[in-house]
């Protein structure tokens, strides 16, 4: 009964959409901001294991406040709930600390005009490990979507392995996730929120032995001091902002997930790259060459296109 479903209420299909454009405009305002300090952050500390941890670990912190304080209702899990919430929480764990260790090695622009890329990796795997077929059409649009991404790739200024590689492995991971996601969604009382609530605390659990056994707490605390002193104490509020708004934008996007396919849900999510591009090269004053653009703007089309033709 908590959950706040359209389809029972049935309300027009115009209200419908208005719901999902306030979705959208909010997850995209979240995540630009999540971005901005990210960044920051990992500029003066660089620790992307730390910081996704740390991502994770306040947004469980504010939803068990929320349940605690009845803010939102708990949602009633079963030991299947949770079982099938496993590999879910695996993939939003490896594509969240993998886009975080990109963002850590390039640009913020560079991790996201790859990360653009994300509908080739949802076809491919459709293709070839679901056995899905496609028309025509959709494969084709997987070709500017790809060759946008390499263009962009190969003329990139500050180009790094590790954080290409991180980029790609996000998007691969982060595929996974939301086919299992939306099927382990359908037909449950859980919400979009509660869900994703759920998934931070899975996912906080699987990484953090990870980040202890990949940094661990002796280089944090000596690169703690360093951000401190370069920074001031301003640096705490970074971290806070950067792990708060990573839950926010988050739980936004969940809360629309509920509600549209996977499909649309990428499609939003790669529109949403185009502000992140733009505001984080203004603000970071990333030099972009006009090949390099290109490239971006050769991908987003690509998007475009693929979404025109799968519908
Ligand atoms: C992360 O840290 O999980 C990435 O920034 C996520 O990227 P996305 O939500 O924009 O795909």
Redesign the pocket.
């Known amino acids: 009964a908590e959950r706040p479903e359209v389809e029972g209420a049935d309300p027009s299909e115009a209200a419908k959409k208005v719901k999902i454009g306030i979705y959208f405009a909010t997850w995209w305002a979240l ?1 630009v901001v ?2 901005i300090y ?1 960044k920051k952050v990992l500029n003066a500390y660089p620790y992307p294991w730390l910081t ?1 941890t740390l ?1 994770l670990a306040c947004g469980s912190l504010m939803m068990l406040i929320s349940w605690a304080t009845r803010i939102a209702e708990p949602p009633k899990t079963d030991l299947e709930f949770w079982k099938t919430l496993l590999p879910v929480a695996v993939a939003h764990t490896i ?2 600390v993998a ?2 260790v990109s ?1 850590s090695k390039v640009a913020v622009s560079f991790t ?1 005009i790859i ?1 653009s890329g ?1 509908p080739a990796f949802s076809v491919l795997v459709s293709r070839f490990l679901l056995g899905e077929t496609f028309p025509v059409p959709v494969y084709l649009s997987l070709i500017p979507i790809i060759g946008g991404c390499a263009l962009a790739a190969v003329t990139e200024l500050n180009f790094n392995m590790i954080g290409f590689m991180g980029a790609m492995i ?1 998007n691969l991971a ?1 595929v996974f996730r939301n086919i299992f996601s939306k099927k382990g969604m359908k037909g449950k009382a859980v919400s979009g929120m509660n869900y994703y609530a759920c998934l931070s605390m899975l996912s906080l659990v699987i990484l953090t032995p990870f980040a202890i056994a990949v940094e661990g707490p002796q280089m944090w605390a000596i690169g703690w001091q360093a951000a401190l002193s370069q920074i001031g104490p301003q640096f705490i509020w970074w971290v806070a902002a950067q792990s708060i708004f ?1 839950h926010l ?2 739980q936004v ?1 969940y809360m629309s997930l509920d509600e549209i396919s996977p499909l649309t849900f990428s499609i939003g ?1 790669t529109m ?2 185009i502000s ?1 591009i733009v505001s984080s090269i203004i603000i970071f004053h990333t030099p972009v060459q006009p090949v390099n653009a290109l490239g971006a703007a050769i991908a987003i089309l690509g998007t475009f296109l693929y979404s025109q033709s799968k519908q």
């Open positions: 995540n999540f971005n990210n996704s991502s594509g969240h886009a975080t963002m996201h990360k994300e996000s982060f990573y934008y988050n996007s999510n949403k790259r992140v």
